[in-house]
């Protein structure tokens, strides 16, 4: 069992209901609530969007979270564009979320480089922080070689039209020397066998979307504590 549990909302504005206005706004509220509630990583996952649209939501996500920064310093939540490494550096945020079969941690560092942003960065993430998806231990030791500040390892439990890779498959994961969070059909019921699977923390969208996230982040952090 890790000695904390770290937690990473993936965000899905599909999900709520309404017009797509009210879907964005629903969205950025979720994501400054994740925030205020001290999630470690929050990703914009928003992937059907144009290029001019996903760029101006993640622009108004991160003036969000660096306000929160701002008032908060114990606050530390950072974000994270799914795939979209210009639209990353573009919006200012803290970093990426690779697919397995996208651009290499590396690839992304150098890019990062040369990068430019509306938004002062928090000094001490002057390194972008990368996430990799994953769905077996060789891909998340390829991974840990290329760099990669952590890992999401899916499905554990469900994932629509993929077999759940279980908890045996999330222990060898977890063997190797990177940070392994578990995602898909994880809930606060379940959590801890993924933490005691040996994954770093959870990840989820529904978990947070469609819940209190003060209550969800309670349930699971405590669960490092029994």
């Known amino acids: ?3 904390s549990c770290l937690l990473y909302y993936i965000t899905d504005r ?3 209901p309404g ?9 950025l509220d979720k994501i400054a609530e994740a925030a205020a509630c001290g999630v470690d990583y929050i990703q914009l996952r928003e992937k059907d969007l144009s290029t001019c649209a996903l760029e101006s939501l993640a622009c108004r996500a ?3 979270i660096h306000r929160l920064r701002t008032e908060s310093r114990h606050l530390k939540s950072v974000l994270l564009i799914n795939s979209r490494t210009d639209v990353a550096l573009a919006s200012h945020a803290d970093g990426v979320h690779l697919r397995s079969d996208d651009a290499s941690p590396e690839d992304v560092r150098i890019a990062w ?6 938004l002062p960065r928090d000094p001490l993430l002057r390194e972008p ?8 231990p060789k891909e998340v030791a390829q991974a840990a070689a290329s760099h990669a500040t952590f890992v999401v390892f899916a499905p554990v439990f469900e994932k629509k039209d993929a077999a759940p890779a279980g908890l045996q498959m999330l222990r060898e994961a977890c063997r190797v020397k990177i940070p392994v969070l578990a995602l898909g059909g994880v809930t606060i019921q ?3 066998s993924c933490l005691q699977a040996g994954a770093a923390g ?3 969208i529904r978990l947070f979307q469609e819940n209190d996230i003060s209550t969800v982040v309670l349930a699971l952090r405590r669960q490092v504590m029994d």
């Open 62 to 64: 991160m003036s969000i």
């Open 1 to 3: 069992m890790p000695e």
């Open 129 to 136: 922080l990368i996430a990799v998806s994953c769905h077996s």
């Open 202 to 204: 959870i990840a989820a």
């Open 190 to 192: 379940n959590a801890a």
């Open 19 to 27: 017009d797509e206005r009210t879907r964005r706004r629903c969205v």
């Open 113 to 118: 480089k040369g990068g430019a942003g509306t």
């Open 14 to 16: 599909t999900g709520f």
